[in-house]
């Protein structure tokens, strides 16, 4: 085959590419609400560390993790909310957009201050969209 007719054929392939039918961005099995969790756990350890010390050095860190615990958090809820849910898990589960406004909200509250009852709400808000996560799943 000459170079002429293997371009032609690769540009002819370019522009019709096959179209591929998934659930997801990528074959499921990437997204799992533990991730989420993982890091709403580690506020929560680090919110009772905070209270817990006079250390000035610590308490510092500690809020500066925290921080970037939280923005975690919501970038784990954000990419399951919108890479993973569909418009059909919303007839099913038509509390899903409340329940993850108030999660992201919660973890950006559970930013701003060292409440441990907050980052106790936040982390059952994870568990709630945890549990319709493995109902979609079945």
Known sequence: MRIADRLFAAIDLLSDPPVAHAHCDLPCGVYDP????????????IIDKFNA????????RSTIIKEERAELVKHHLWVLWTDYFKPE????????HDLFWR???TAGEVKKGNDAAVADRLLAEIAEIAEIFWATKK
């Open 89 to 96: 898990h919303l007839e099913t589960y038509p509390q899903l």
């Open 34 to 45: 533990a991730q989420a969790r993982i890091e709403a756990e580690s506020i929560k350890n």
């Open 53 to 60: 010390s006079d250390d000035e050095t610590f308490r510092v």
């Open 103 to 105: 999660a992201t909200k």
